[in-house]
Nanobody, 121 residues
Framework: QVQLVESGGGLVQAGGALRLSCAASGRTFGSYTVGWFRQAPGKEREFVAAIDWRGVGTNLADSAKGRFTISRDNAKNTVYLEMVSLKPEDTAVYSC??????????????WGQGTQVTVSS
């Protein structure tokens, strides 16, 4: 069982930056792939980024490449999503999730509640 809690969301101007954190409980967190997803109002949830249990393999959505970086610190049971050059279209609720599968899978077993990111123009 893994419980996930996101933090770091907020209101930022276009071009700004935020760092989201996904803190996990559970002794086996270090063995899970962790992904970030986002859902904007009226839109379907979309994949943003994922990182494997070692912190070596990553997968980024095209919209995230060049602007977002995913990393993890297993000693702190935390995964981070660094976001720079934010755009109004990045506005969404960002959620993290944990999976026993690869960074290319879309199937995640555990989900956090999400944190709101709002980018003003």
């Amino acid at each position: 069982q893994v419980q996930l809690v996101e933090s770091g969301g907020g209101l930022v101007q276009a071009g700004g930056a935020l760092r989201l954190s996904c803190a996990a409980s559970g002794r086996t967190f270090g063995s899970y792939t962790v992904g970030w997803f986002r859902q904007a109002p009226g839109k379907e949830r979309e994949f943003v980024a994922a990182i494997d249990w070692r912190g070596v393999g990553t997968n980024l959505a095209d919209s995230a490449k060049g602007r977002f970086t995913i990393s993890r610190d297993n000693a702190k049971n935390t995964v981070y999503l660094e976001m720079v050059s934010l755009k109004p279209e990045d506005t969404a609720v960002y959620s993290c999730a944990a999976s026993t599968r690869s960074v290319y899978s879309i199937n995640y077993q555990y989900w956090g509640q999400g944190t709101q990111v709002t980018v003003s123009s």
